[in-house]
C-alpha cells in the first residue's frame, strides 16, 4: 500500500476539494472531489470517505469512488 500511496501522493496535479462533511457520534463522512492523473489523463473523480474516530483519532476509513470524468483536450 505504501508504494501506491507514494505514487499517488507524487502526482503533480493531485487537489482534493472537501463538498460537505457530515458528523455524527464518531463517524465522520465525507464528499470529495479529487482532481489527479488517471492513465487515460487528467481528470476527476467523485470520493465518499467514511473515518470512524475514537479518541481523536482515525480507527478506521472506508472510501467509495465514483466514476473518472476526464477534463476536455
Known amino acids: 500500500m505504501r508504494s501506491r500511496m507514494e505514487a ?10 472537501l463538498v460537505n462533511r457530515t458528523a455524527m457520534g464518531n463517524v465522520v463522512v465525507d464528499l470529495e472531489i479529487i482532481t ?3 492513465p487515460e489523463g487528467r ?11 475514537t479518541d481523536g ?9 465514483g466514476q473518472p470524468k476526464m477534463d476536455a483536450r
Open 57 to 65: 483519532l482515525i480507527q478506521k476509513a472506508s472510501f467509495a469512488f
Open 43 to 53: 481528470g476527476t473523480v467523485e470520493m465518499l470517505c467514511v473515518y470512524e474516530i
Open 8 to 17: 499517488r501522493f507524487s502526482e503533480a496535479d493531485l487537489n482534493a476539494k
Open 36 to 38: 489527479r492523473n488517471f
